[in-house]
Every structure is written in C-alpha cells, then in structure tokens.
C-alpha cells in the first residue's frame, strides 16, 4: 500500500511540486482514501483521486484599481473551480498578501470534501487575491472589490459557482462585490453567500463556522461523556470564525482564555466574558485595530507579542486563525498540558507532524473539513432561501446547523471508527465520507 501511496503521491509532486501547500492538503487525503480506494472494487483502478486532485478549471486575472492617492495598483485574482460532481461549485474568497495559486488549490481540494460531507449539493472551488486589506480606507476596499468582480462575474453565477467569504472578506466586502455583480448582470441572484440581511442573506451564517466548529467539539466530548461547561478553551484568531467560537464557547459554560491574531496573543485568565467578546467584535470588526488594544481596556490581560497561543495550558484548543498555525511543536506543549480536544476552526491549521501527535495520544481531534464545514453548509442553506424567496428564522438556521455538524460527527464514526480500539480517527472518517459522494457522483456521470 505505501508504494501505492507514494507513486501517487510523486506523480502529484511532479507536477505540482511548487505548490507545498496544496501537496500537504493531497498527501493527508491520500494516505486516508488510496487504502480505501484499494479495497472496493467500484474506486480501484478508475484514476478517481488523480482526477479529484487537478481542478476542472482554474483562472488568474489582472486586478487594477486605483487608490486614495490616485495611484494605480495591480493585484492578482484567481479563482479555482475544483469540482462539480455533486452541485454548482462553491467555496469562499479570501483576501491576503499570502494567496498564492498553490494555497487556493489546497483550500479547493478541502472545500470538495467539507461541501461532500455537508450532504447538501454544492461542489468544491476557491478564489481571492494577494490584495491586502488591512490599512485600506473603505473607498479603496470599495474600489479594489467592484474592480475583482468586474473580471471574476464573466465565470460565476447561481447555477455555475457561488463564492462566499473567507480571511479578509466579510460582509463589507461581500456587499461591493455583490453590488457590483448586480450591476454588471442585470439581475438579482444568490450568487454570493454571506450577504447581507436586507437583501438575501441568511440568519447565522456570520455565526455558523464557529458555531459548527464548537458544535462539533461538543459532539466529540459527548462520545467520552464529556462537555464544554466548565473547560478552560485555548482559541486563535480573532475574526470571524474565532469571535462566534468563542461566543458559542461561552454559551456551553466554557471559559475562553485566549485570542490572537497576525502580531501575537491576548490572555485573560478571569476569561472573556460576554462583554469583554463585545468589544473584541467591535475592535476587530469596526475600528479594524489589532488585538493587543485589548490589554488597555483590560490590564489584567496580558498581550504576548509574535507568538501563538498553544503555550498556554487548557483542556480544549480551537485553531481558527490560518493554515499551519500549530505546528510538532505546539502539539507537544497542548498535550503535555493536558488538552483533551482540538477543533479545527481554520482550514488546515495543524501540521501533518501535529495531526500525528494528536493520534498518537489518542485526543479528540477534529480536521477543518469536518468541524469547520458549518460555514459552508449555512451557506447552502442561504442559497436554499434564495431560491425559495423565504427566510428562516435564526432558531430554524441554527437547528439546521446542529443537525448538519450532528450528521458530519456520524459520519465520521462510520468511515473512521476502529472497531478494536474504539478509537475514531476524524481525519480518515472525514477524507472517506467526503471521497464516496463525489466519487459515486463521477463515476456515474463518466468520464467528463
Ligand atoms: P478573518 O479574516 O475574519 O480572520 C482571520 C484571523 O486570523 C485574524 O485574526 C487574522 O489576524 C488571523 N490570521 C490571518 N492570517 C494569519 C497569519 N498568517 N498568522 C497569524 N494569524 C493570522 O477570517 P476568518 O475568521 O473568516 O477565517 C479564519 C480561518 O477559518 C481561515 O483558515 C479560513 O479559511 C477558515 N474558514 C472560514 C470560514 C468562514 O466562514 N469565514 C469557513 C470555513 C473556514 P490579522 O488580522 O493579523 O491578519
């Protein structure tokens, strides 16, 4: 089985072999569904995860736009449509200096499985730009938008690919986009997810990634008898899906003690309170300032700068910041502190070493594509009322949600549950849940 594993493995390095992220996102995949693929007759010898792992189709543009000095900037946009099989194409859009062809292709690979596992209709794809955000007036995030859309609306649409947010794309910069949309369409359609209240968006979809992360933290301490109320809760970031983390975190009887974002970490042992998470958002979402401010307000809280979190002793940690932000290292230190579960928040935030290590000690570990799949699959629900013309209401959205991670949790157990040890392996349970929807899907459509 390991030559099998490796000989895919190197025809995907060689003709990926710059793109380290993406090959990180394949090997985890392949090492969990190749054996499976071995073993059933139906998959084997199709070439299915080969096709899986290029995309039907992936574009790169040329972004102008001018900023508040009157000067002209250039950017790259992309967009990588993964695959169709079981719906339109669907994954958010993230806005960093770091996007780079290789990290949307990881996250498109992901995003195939995570929208598989949600059982809701929606292929996998992602986009964004190398454009940074932070610093930038409204006008210019405004103008930036409305010039990324005005190349990405020819390849988009409510039946072909419906992109969402992801880092550095909120509901200010899914409004630009999506007036822009409108304008150059000439119509009024659900193709962006994460839209407004007022005009088609969904109740809960701002809350659902880390609502479902923890959803699905408190489904894997249940299989142990165990629950949130009481734990002491280790999170990073403090965007969007870090601040309704830790919001739902509370709720359970959780105290959270950490947030971090790009420049350090903040820890408050009393815990952020649900006051102390208010002004978390607004610092974060309205005065776009960083998150050592916190201490001013606070000054029992200490601000720890160029460091992550994972040093800080606690029982549950939920990475919702980026990819790679815990690495062997950080594993040993969470596990020698005694931490019983690890979320994933984030896309790909742990090392393949940290994933190892996590597995060895035998803690709950849940991969992004399984815990953090909320977001998307609230996103499919937004779409859902878009086409209904209806809205939910938020305890209908959130039941939804529960019910949604509650399903992904089973699944998990069914393709990743070993049967001697008991012990569940998320990571296998996920990749094989995910692959067999997508795969039957191709496999019945042909080869296309
Ligand atoms: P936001 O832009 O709202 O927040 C991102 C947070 O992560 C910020 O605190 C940011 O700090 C920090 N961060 C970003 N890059 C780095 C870095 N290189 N090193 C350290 N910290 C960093 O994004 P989201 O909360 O939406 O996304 C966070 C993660 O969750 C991403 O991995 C995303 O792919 C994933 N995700 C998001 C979903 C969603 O619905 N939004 C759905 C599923 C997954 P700073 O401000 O300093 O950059």
């Known amino acids: 089985m390991e030559e099998i594993i490796k000989g895919f493995l190197d025809l995907v390095k060689e003709r990926n072999g710059h793109e380290a992220e993406f090959i990180q996102a394949v090997e985890e995949v392949a090492e969990t569904v190749l054996p499976y693929i071995v073993q059933h007759d139906i998959y084997h010898g199709k070439n299915i995860l080969l096709r899986m792992v290029e995309p039907e189709r992936a574009i790169t543009f040329r972004v102008n736009w001018v900023d508040d ?38 996250l498109a690979f992901e995003q195939v499985f995570k929208n598989s596992l949600t059982t809701l209709p929606m292929g996998g794809g992602k986009g964004g730009s190398d454009f940074d955000p932070k610093g930038k007036s409204d006008n210019e995030i405004m103008r930036f938008c409305h010039a990324f859309m005005s190349e990405l609306f020819r390849h988009i649409g409510s039946n072909t690919d419906i992109p969402a947010g992801d880092i550095g794309v909120g509901g200010r910069e899914i409004g630009f986009l999506f007036g822009m949309y409108k304008k150059l369409r000439n119509e009024f359609t659900g193709v962006l997810t994460g839209k407004g209240m007022t005009w088609g968006g969904s109740l809960i979809r701002p809350e659902a990634t880390g609502y479902g992360t923890v959803y699905f933290a408190d489904k894997m301490l249940q299989t142990k008898g165990d629950s949130f109320k009481g734990k002491t809760v280790v999170i990073s970031g403090s965007g969007n899906v870090a601040q309704y983390a830790a919001e739902k975190t509370i709720h359970l009887g959780g105290k959270v003690i950490t ?7 903040i820890v408050d042992h009393e815990g952020i309170d649900p006051d102390k998470l208010t002004f978390v958002m607004t610092l974060k979402n309205v005065k776009r300032a960083r998150i050592s401010e916190y201490v001013k307000t606070y000054p029992k809280a200490t601000f720890v700068a160029n460091k992550t979190p994972w040093e800080v002793k606690c029982d549950i940690a939920l990475p919702c910041a980026t990819q790679n932000e815990l690495n062997e290292n950080d594993a040993d230190m969470l596990l020698k502190n005694g931490c019983i579960c690890v979320s994933e928040g984030a896309n790909m935030p742990s090392t393949k070493a940290a994933i190892t290590k996590f597995h060895e000690a035998k803690i709950l570990f849940a991969p992004g594509k399984a815990s953090n799949a909320g977001g998307v699959a609230t996103s499919g629900l937004e779409m859902t009322q878009n086409s209904l013309r209806y809205n939910w209401s938020r305890a209908e959205v959130d039941e939804k949600l529960k019910d949604i991670m509650s399903n992904i949790h089973d699944a998990c157990i069914e393709y990743g549950k070993d049967e001697k040890t008991g012990y569940i392996d998320y990571v296998k349970g996920a990749n094989i849940a995910g692959f067999v929807k997508v795969a039957d899907a191709m496999l019945a459509q042909g080869v296309v």
Do not use: C, W
Not at 72 to 96: C, D, E, T, W
Not at 259 to 265: E, M, N
């Open 69 to 106: 000095k009157g000067e002209i900037q250039v950017n790259r946009g992309y967009r990588v449509q993964m695959n169709s099989a079981i719906g339109p194409y669907k994954g958010g859009l993230r806005f960093h200096p770091s996007v780079t062809m290789s990290i949307l292709k990881f």
């Open 259 to 265: 947030l971090s974002d790009s420049s350090g970490y």
